[in-house]
Structure formats: C-alpha cells, structure tokens
C-alpha cells in the first residue's frame, strides 16, 4: 500500500503562486512515478503534471508547461508542484497519485490517490 497526503491548497489570485506538497509512505516500489491531477466542475479529472520517482524526468500538460513545475524530496518522500502565474481556470481539486509502472508519466495508470487540495484562483 502507498498512502499520499496533500497540502497546500487555498484561494489566491490570478498571477499568484502555490506550491503543493505530496507526503508519500509506504511500498517504495508502487511508486515509481508521482503525478499530479486536477479535476474542476463538471469536469473530467485530468493529467498536469508526472515525474519519475528515482530521476528527474518531468512530463507537464500543455496548459501548465513553463508555468508549474514538479519535483521530488527523495529524502523526504515528497513530491511539490510549484505553480506560478496561476489563472482562474486552474481552479480545481488537486490529486497527487503514484503509479507502479515506467514509462511516460501521463500515459500511466495509477494505482493510489490522495484525498486531494483545493485550488481557487479569482480574477
């Protein structure tokens, strides 16, 4: 079992900057990519952003790219997604998830999901 935990969800405005924190535990080897997914209002969840565990190979949705950023504390077992510039239409329920597979972070299926942090960015 891998158990995950956000924080550092909130209400900011647009233009304003976040940083989210995954805390990761359990099975080291469920988890070999860390993602982040959001899910907004009457909205599919959807793929921001992944990064392999024990590198630094980062993969980021294209609404997000040059403006978010993922990594990871290997020491700590936390994964952040720094996120700048934010706009209203990232608001949103953030997810962190770990994936027991390789390979390209949004291709994969994830097994464990956090419970999730709020976003809100007003105008």
């Known amino acids: 079992q891998v158990q995950l935990v956000e924080s550092g969800g909130g209400l900011v405005q647009a233009g304003d900057s976040l940083r989210l924190s995954c805390a990761a535990s359990?099975?080291?080897?469920?988890?070999?990519?860390m993602g982040w997914f959001r899910q907004a209002p009457g909205k599919e969840r959807e793929f921001v952003a992944g990064?392999?565990?024990?590198?630094?190979?980062?993969d980021y949705s294209g609404s997000v790219k040059g403006r978010f950023t993922i990594s990871r504390d290997y020491a700590k077992n936390t994964v952040f997604l720094q996120m700048d510039s934010l706009k209203p239409e990232d608001t949103a329920v953030y997810y962190c998830?770990?994936?027991?597979?390789?390979?390209?972070?949004?291709?994969?299926?994830?097994?464990?999901w956090g419970q999730g942090t709020q976003v809100t960015v007003s105008s």
């Open positions: 998830a770990a994936s027991s597979e390789i390979g390209t972070p949004r291709r994969l299926k994830y097994d464990y």
């Open positions: 359990g099975r080291t080897f469920s988890r070999n990519v």
């Open positions: 990064i392999v565990w024990s590198g630094t190979s980062a």
